[in-house]
């Protein structure tokens, strides 16, 4: 696949050849190329390898700001991500598109607990539907006289649910982390009956498991011949 310039284009799929020299997909969503790792049709979802929102480890330090999805029908994923900080004794808030806009916000446990400096079991927010951009701070809530403020790690992202936060963060260093696994919605399942139309607006993928035609400019027929039922899907692009 060919990388193909266009200006007008608000996303394209590349192959970019990694390190290795091996070639992989990336979804370039203005101008910012993002490793592709998992595509589920019917869930109308994207995995990609996404930059960490916020982290302050070191010299690894993040800004807070995320990717601005806003004039893409791409958002972040409300249903299959949760937005994940760890470390301890840091108060961490997160604002939607206006900085006037507070999501949510969450309370990290204390570093005095069980006389740790940092602590992978951080705490959650929830995700509002069809959020296109959204940025995070941390704040310390820490006396700056205790020296564990010192070693706090704070680190806050928006994360694949699937992705095992207590195995894979414990066993890796997360200091030494760009990218993090996070889900893109790019359609919403609507269950129901449609018709799967015969014509120049009906698509297939190459081994004919799915196969899609469009109803209007927002919807489209789905099928998955793999799916022992009599119904089909309609799929609302967002």
Same mark, same amino acid.
Request: net charge negative.
């Given at each position: ?55 302050? $480890? #070191?010299? =690894?330090?993040?800004? +807070?700001? /995320? ?11 409300? &249903? !299959? ?41 951080? $705490? #959650?927010? =929830?995700?509002?539907? +069809?959020? /296109? ?11 700056? &006289? !205790? ?92």
């Amino acid at each position: 696949m060919k990388h193909q310039d266009n200006s007008n284009d608000w996303f394209n799929v590349i192959c970019n050849k990694t390190v290795n020299g091996k070639k992989v997909p990336f979804l370039n969503i203005n101008g910012t190329d993002l490793q592709i790792l998992d595509f589920n049709f019917f869930k109308g979802t994207i995995m990609v390898n996404h930059p960490i929102i916020y982290f302050n $480890c #070191r010299k =690894n330090h993040h800004n +807070g700001m /995320s990717l601005n999805l806003i004039g893409t029908r791409f958002y972040y994923s409300n &249903s !299959d991500n949760i937005f994940w900080s760890s470390g301890c004794g840091n108060l961490v808030t997160v604002f939607g598109n206006e900085m006037d806009n507070v999501i949510s916000g969450c309370l990290q446990p204390s570093c005095r607990f069980n006389n740790e400096s940092s602590s992978i079991v951080g $705490c #959650r927010v =929830n995700i509002p539907q +069809g959020l /296109s951009s959204f940025y995070v701070n941390m704040s310390s809530r820490v006396d700056s &006289s !205790d020296y564990k403020r010192e070693r706090s790690c704070g680190f806050a992202s928006m994360i694949s649910s699937d992705y095992h936060l207590t195995s894979e963060l414990e066993d890796i260093d997360i200091s030494n982390r760009t990218h993090i696994p996070t889900r893109l919605q790019w359609g919403t399942l609507i269950s129901g009956v449609c018709q799967l139309n015969d014509g120049l607006d009906t698509s297939c993928t190459f081994d004919g498991e799915y196969c899609w035609s469009r109803l209007s400019s927002i919807h489209l027929c789905a099928y998955n011949r793999n799916i022992n039922t009599d119904l089909t899907f309609c799929e609302g692009t967002n």
